[in-house]
Nanobody, 128 residues
Framework: QVQLVESGGGLVQAGGSLRLSCAAS????????MAWFRQNPGKEREFVSA???????LYADSVKGRFTISRDNGQNTVYLQMKNLKPEDTAVYYC??????????????????????WGQGTQVTVSS
């Protein structure tokens, strides 16, 4: 059973930074795409970033240049470093992973239906 547990959310002022972590268990972590999505009440879950098993990365335009995704396969953990946060970054942030073993092309991995396992989410609130 794959389990994902996010941590690191909180309240921060605009311009500040946070680092989210997602600890995975239940299978070989290093062979699958990991991603971050975010969601606000009444809105659709929005793609933020993804990282392939080989380290290739993908970002939403809204976070490009401010957020950095990384993974530590030895620690079974994926990170999202968020800098220069804006009030519009406020959301619940979810970690997700797919079931495609060593996917070589992740440019289409930007919708929730591409992912099979989800964490419980961590709240990020950015005050103006």
């Amino acid at each position: 059973q794959v389990q994902l547990v996010e941590s690191g959310g909180g309240l921060v002022q605009a311009g500040g930074s946070l680092r989210l972590s997602c600890a995975a268990s239940g299978r070989t972590f290093g062979s699958y795409t990991m991603a971050w999505f975010r969601q606000n009440p009444g809105k659709e879950r929005e793609f933020v970033s993804a990282i392939s098993w080989s380290g290739g990365t993908l970002y939403a335009d809204s976070v490009k240049g401010r957020f950095t995704i990384s993974r530590d396969n030895g620690q079974n953990t994926v990170y999202l470093q968020m800098k220069n946060l804006k009030p519009e970054d406020t959301a619940v942030y979810y970690c997700a992973t797919d079931s495609q073993y060593r996917a070589s092309y992740i440019n289409t991995h930007t919708t929730p239906d591409k992912y099979d396992y989800w964490g419980q989410g961590t709240q990020v609130t950015v005050s103006s």
